[in-house]
Nanobody
Framework: QVQLVESGGGLVQPGGSLRLSCAASGFAFSWSTMSWYRQAPGKERELVATITNLGVTQNVANSVKGRFTISRNNAQNTVYLQMNSLKPDDTAMYYC??????????WGQGTQVTVSS
């Protein structure tokens, strides 16, 4: 069955960086488009960025353009989110998932990112 395990979150000061990882299993990862999402307290989950199976970046949220980079390693079934110049508004639970927009039937546990001084 599909399993997505996010890691790499933590507490960071404004202007800092974090690199999130998502280890995937149970499906054809190398053939799958993958995305990162986030959900802040009291807000709906939003799509942050998408990467196709060939490594093409799509759907980057305006709020993170120029600061966040999505990448993947198909040999390791892992997708990454490099987050630079972090802001307090980036505080959220971060998730990865298969595809991009549309309803999902499964979500991993996520990884918490808190940006605060």
């Amino acid at each position: 069955q599909v399993q997505l395990v996010e890691s790499g979150g933590g507490l960071v000061q404004p202007g800092g960086s974090l690199r999130l990882s998502c280890a995937a299993s149970g499906f054809a990862f190398s053939w799958s488009t993958m995305s990162w999402y986030r959900q802040a307290p009291g807000k709906e989950r939003e799509l942050v960025a998408t990467i196709t199976n060939l490594g093409v970046t799509q759907n980057v949220a305006n709020s993170v353009k120029g600061r966040f980079t999505i990448s993947r390693n198909n040999a390791q079934n892992t997708v990454y989110l490099q987050m630079n110049s972090l802001k307090p508004d980036d505080t959220a639970m971060y998730y990865c998932n298969i595809g991009s927009y549309g309803a999902k039937t499964y979500w991993g546990q996520g990884t918490q990112v808190t940006v605060s001084s």
